[in-house]
């Protein structure tokens, strides 16, 4: 049991050090957290509004060109 616990705190603690570093990648590691809040709301409403499917397509033509792009520079 404790063996999962930490197994899972481990899990966790990755994914939010890989959700902050694609904030950093996007160039908004100097941004006020609220203004990023902000913005991951607006974009979670979009996501689930009445064109979630388009932009949703937007977004990750956008991120996948962009991964790919970074892939290139290194």
Do not use: C, H
């Amino acid at each position: 049991m404790q063996r999962t616990k930490l197994s899972e705190r481990k899990a966790d603690t990755r994914n939010k050090i890989q959700l902050g570093g694609l904030i950093v990648k996007a160039g908004l590691g100097e941004e006020d957290t609220a203004v990023l809040f902000g913005a991951l709301i607006e974009a979670a409403d979009a996501l689930s509004g009445p064109n979630a499917v388009a932009i949703q397509r937007r977004y990750r033509r956008r991120g996948d060109a962009a991964f790919r792009e970074d892939q290139n520079d290194g």
